[in-house]
């Protein structure tokens, strides 16, 4: 009698067994279609079935972490992603958590650690061109967009570095400036003097210009008034000449004219 019951309770177990994995099977199937259709909000609700049958079931929440990323409530799918993390999984399976994790940060506009992701997953899983391409887009998007908190300890560097710089640059012109300024000093004294020496030469030089205009214009008229004398002169003489012949000839006439008289007396 004891025998049939403890066989029967078996039977019961295993019965039980054999209908909650076949349920959770099921329950299974229907999430991984709905999530192949993309229908998204049914399929977290069988999966979360799913794990409400077996919270330990690997397919149901790697399966739930890719819903939640699909319907964009990225905590939810990242805090999965982590947890599988902490779980002995195959290789590729591994692989494939830290690819997903990775397209998480990505979303998240965390490029630094969507990189690290990346390239662990690289590591394990190395022929695979989508994690290759995520890896170098990553990169690049970090360099173009560098974590605020690396970009910050890297202008503080800079800053720091420019104003050391500046620091050491003024040090060393303090007396380098010092000289130039000195030659600078002695070369504007010198242009002063040398624009004095040739404001006075020019000063010099016009008032001899004015004295010599000075000098001439007096024996300029001078020479024109003696030429003017001496026309003055010259056409008195020759108004005098003429004169004189003038009264030649008269002369010459009255004695012709004595002369002719006298013989017809």
Known sequence: ????????????????????????????????????????????????????????????RFGLANTYSNLNQLKEAQGIYEGLLQQSLPRDKYSDVLHNLGNIFMKNKDYAKAFESFKKAIILSPED??????????????????????????????????QEDKKDKKDEQKPQDKKENEKKDKKDKQKEESKKKEDQKDREQKGKQEQSQSDSQPQQVKQQQQEALLKHIKAKEEKTQKKIQQVKNFLKSQAKSKKKNKKNW
Do not use: W
């Not at 049939?4 to 295993?14: D, N, Q």
């Not at 794990?51 to 149901?60: A, F, K, P, R």
């Not at 290759?132 to 974590?147: C, E, G, I, S, W």
């Open 129 to 162: 061109d989508d994690i290759r391409y995520n890896l170098v887009l990553a990169q690049k998007l970090m360099k173009k967009d560098p974590p605020k908190s690396q970009q910050n300890k890297q202008d503080q560097k800079d800053n720091q570095k420019d």
């Open 1 to 60: 009698m004891k025998n049939k019951s403890l066989i029967l309770v078996f039977l019961s177990v295993f019965f039980i067994i054999q209908t909650s994995a076949q349920s959770l099977n099921y329950k299974l199937k229907q999430a991984n279609d709905a999530f192949e259709e993309s229908n998204y909000t049914e399929a977290k609700d069988y999966y979360e079935q799913v794990l409400s049958l077996d919270s330990t079931n690997l397919i149901g």
